[in-house]
């Protein structure tokens, strides 16, 4: 037996969680989205800095909250989808969900996923674990025990077989994500971008420039311009190495430690610009598109907020790589940082 949807795919790495709604969104809708709009939406200025004294990382920084579930939970009612994570003990119960929501006429999200069991993705495959992917099943063959999936990477139609599927479920990121989750999607009545992108945008500037919390938004990043000299004497030297090197580790377009650090001589994959690069990229496109000249202008703030986070990258990995010091100009950087997102936001509230 076997079942598959057919369904237009558009590739777009580094957004994996978000590809697959997308997919579904611009099926259902017929209109084209800016390369990683969604998750840009759902991300963009959720800030956040947290002291700790009793975990590994002592002082954690993040500029944009990546968590699948908080970010599904944001963005829904904007576009106008729902959805519901199945989780479940056994991989032969997740698989008879997944085929009941194709045989019934609609794809699934399947994730997280350990990409180390993907065999198409041949660097990785049996090289790198990387516990946190998600992908599209729109079908399944029994005779064959695969299923057929699009991926954020890839272009193509894929075949995993159920062997290397079950391997790469089994796996779960604390916060997350669990084993063997499944996830159900129905997109009743999606709004239209302007609309998604407008109330998006204005919650997203209204709670960075007013947070709930002083860790969060504004105020966090003005605590933790403060905090940032304190950290060598407050610290021991290894926590305070960890403390930089986790937090140039979530600047990554996707949460991955720059090759320097890991002893590898090969330039980057990724760009450490906290995503600020990419969000300027969908504000213009969308900006543009729409005839929003508040949000191309906001675009430009953002994106040179990316670049002085990208300089305070630079500073980190010479210092734990080369011993080169430059920290003291970090308070100063991030200022700017803060400036630029401040004046970004603001445009952004006024549309």
């Given at each position: ?281 969908v504000l213009l496109r969308l900006g543009t598109e729409l005839e929003q000249p508040g949000w191309t202008s906001a675009a430009n703030r953002f994106l040179k907020a990316g670049q002085s986070v990208e300089q305070i990258s630079h500073i980190v990995v010479g210092y734990l ?31």
């Open positions: 037996m076997q079942s598959q949807i057919e369904l237009k795919h558009h590739m777009d790495d580094y957004e994996c969680m978000w590809n697959g709604i997308e997919d579904i969104y611009m099926n259902k809708t017929g209109d084209a989205l800016p390369s990683s709009c969604f998750f840009t939406l759902a991300q963009l200025g959720s800030f956040c800095y947290l002291k700790t004294e009793h975990d590994t990382v002592k002082r954690m920084v993040s500029i944009g909250d990546g968590r699948t579930k908080k970010m599904y939970a944001f963005l829904a009612p904007m576009v106008g989808f729902s959805y519901q994570h199945h989780e479940f003990g056994q991989f032969e119960r997740a698989l008879r969900k997944a085929k009941s929501e194709i045989d019934a006429g609609y794809p699934v999200v399947l994730g997280a996923l350990d990409m180390y069991y993907l065999p198409y993705y041949p660097k990785l495959f049996h090289q790198y674990h990387i516990p946190l992917h998600y992908v599209l099943m729109v079908g399944y063959n029994e005779e064959e025990a695969s299923i057929k999936l699009f991926d954020c990477g890839r272009e193509e139609l894929l075949t995993l077989s159920y062997i290397d599927l079950q391997k790469s479920l089994d796996c779960a990121y604390p916060g997350l994500s669990h084993r063997n989750t499944v996830c159900t999607v129905r997109m009743e009545k999606p709004n239209g971008k302007y609309e998604i992108a407008r109330q998006a945008l204005s919650k997203k500037a209204d709670w960075f420039l007013n947070p709930p919390a002083k860790f969060l938004g504004r105020k966090g990043l003005q605590k933790l311009i403060c905090d940032l000299p304190k950290w060598k004497t407050e610290l021991s030297p290894e926590d305070y190495q960890k403390a930089l090197a986790n937090m140039v580790m979530f600047f990554g377009t996707v949460p991955m430690l720059p090759n320097a650090l890991l002893g590898m001589e090969e330039p980057d994959t990724v760009r450490f610009m906290a995503r600020l690069d990419v969000a300027s990229d790589t080369k011993g080169t010091d430059e920290t003291d100009f970090l308070p100063d950087l991030f200022e700017q940082v803060l400036t630029e997102m401040n004046e970004g936001f603001e445009l952004l509230r006024r549309v």
